[in-house]
């Protein structure tokens, strides 16, 4: 296949298809497909609401075409499926989009066609879990009839410095002269450049590996929070002393969500297991990250206790609700976590956060966020996400207190703020 004569089909037109389809389509025909039809409506509307592609850029994209019809994405030689990978209550991968997917492109598939999966998954899901699917719908024979690649997504939400060109690809394919094709069409709109695995399994790899990592370092950062807690010192000042080591890491405690970070490792988990190794670190890492909200929850209400303020029907502001900073995206969030655990102790919660939709957050998790404070009202104040808002108006927050309180500044939003405050 030559690259000049590419059409692309984008499947899932989330915070990964949809930038990576705009960029693809200032060089090819793109197709956009997703499942929702309001969304679809948004983007034809030329609203993005990840807030991940600007107005401008959409009306500009005069080469894309977005559809929920899957009749309308059979003109595309190229499919590149970009749908969640989340995981089930009992916390093993569900792959029931990835599956649904599958089914639709063995639906829509023609001889010579190359489907390229970003969606991250464990070493062995494309070929093993995927590529069947497309075969027993469409009737075709892999690496014969069509050819598949996968390329990781390494979308960071919310981040406008480091778009989808200006991070390293890395790029697989099912055969030599295919893993060729899939680099040379993301080498043609990745000014980062890409970086050619020698397996699709190894990209896989990569890509789990790369969240795992950084999930196992934030639990050995909260695990000292715990520890430096339980010895009455400050675990920021500590990082601070440490973090002027060259090879030092330094992270910051905090609750760990988002699609990534705080699923992914659960995926590698559960391939590790069934090939019959228990992997304990991963494992470990994932539970202390994940009782994490208890945690904060207790230390606030010990600090309230202290500080002599009822807990029981005590108002309490959390500031922040989405799952990272300056995203609206609330999907997997911790913070839930934490309210839940709060309002266990029977705390009235009230939740501010600029940047989610507030029907969003009633059907989502049947809290109703506020859009001001109330001045002077609040026994305590968490400032658990480090939205550009909240630290742009530091002085606000104050206002919101009684004189008597607390202040929990999960992310170092008030540096200069030592009295009636702790860290985590």
Not at 51 to 58: A, M, P, Q, W, Y
Not at 221 to 240: A, K, P, R, Y
Not at 277 to 295: K, L, Q, S, V, Y
Not at 337 to 362: H, M, R, T
Request: proline share 4%; glycine share 6%.
């Amino acid at each position: 296949m030559k690259l000049e004569n590419t059409t692309i089909a984008v499947l899932g037109l989330g915070y990964v298809g949809l930038p990576l389809a705009v960029e693809f389509s200032k060089k090819y025909k793109t197709i956009g497909f997703d499942i929702k039809n309001s969304r679809i409506n948004m983007l034809n509307d030329g609203i993005d609401d990840t807030l991940e592609v600007s107005s401008d850029e959409l009306k500009a994209a005069s080469n894309l075409v977005c559809s929920s019809n899957e009749e309308d994405i059979k003109a595309a030689n190229v499919y590149i499926v970009t749908v969640p990978t989340p995981i089930d209550d009992h916390r093993q991968p569900d792959l029931t989009p990835l599956i649904k997917a599958s089914e639709l492109l063995g639906r829509v598939i023609s001889q010579g066609d190359v489907v390229i999966y970003e969606s991250t998954v464990y070493p062995g899901a494309t070929e093993e879990d995927c590529i069947p699917v497309i075969e027993r719908v469409s009737g075709l024979t892999f690496n014969k009839d069509f050819y598949a690649g996968y390329s990781p997504e390494r979308i960071n939400p919310g981040d406008k410095e480091r778009p989808v060109t200006k991070i390293m690809k890395v790029t697989s394919g099912s055969t030599p002269e295919i893993a060729d094709f899939v680099d040379s069409l993301y080498s043609s709109i990745i000014t980062a450049g890409t970086f050619k695995a020698s397996s699709i399994k190894v990209a896989e790899a990569s890509k789990i590996i790369e969240n795992t990592q950084r999930d196992v370092n934030i639990a050995l950062i909260n695990e000292l929070s715990m520890i430096f807690t339980q010895m009455g010192i400050d675990t920021h000042d500590v990082i601070e002393a440490a973090a002027t080591k060259w090879n030092f890491i330094k992270l910051q405690p905090g609750l760990v969500g988002g699609h990534c970070i705080g699923v992914d490792p659960y995926y590698l988990v559960h391939k590790s297991m069934s090939v019959g190794h228990i992997p304990d670190i991963i494992r470990t890492a994932r539970e202390i990250n994940d009782g994490m909200a208890r945690f904060v929850a207790g230390k606030l209400v010990k600090a309230m206790i202290q500080k002599g303020l009822q807990i029981k029907d005590a108002k309490v502001l959390v500031m922040g609700l989405t799952f990272k900073e300056n995203c609206p995206d609330i999907r997997n969030t911790k913070v839930i976590d934490l309210i839940e655990e709060l309002e266990s102790y029977g705390i009235s919660i009230d939740v501010f956060d600029p940047w989610v939709n507030a029907q969003e957050v009633k059907k989502e998790y049947g809290l109703d966020s506020i859009e001001i404070p109330t001045k002077n009202f609040y026994d305590a104040v968490v400032l658990s996400v480090a939205h550009n808002e909240f630290i742009n108006t530091q002085t606000k927050i104050a206002e919101y207190l009684k004189e008597n309180h607390i202040i929990l500044d999960m992310k170092n939003i008030l540096p200069n703020v030592k009295k009636n405050k702790i860290n985590l």
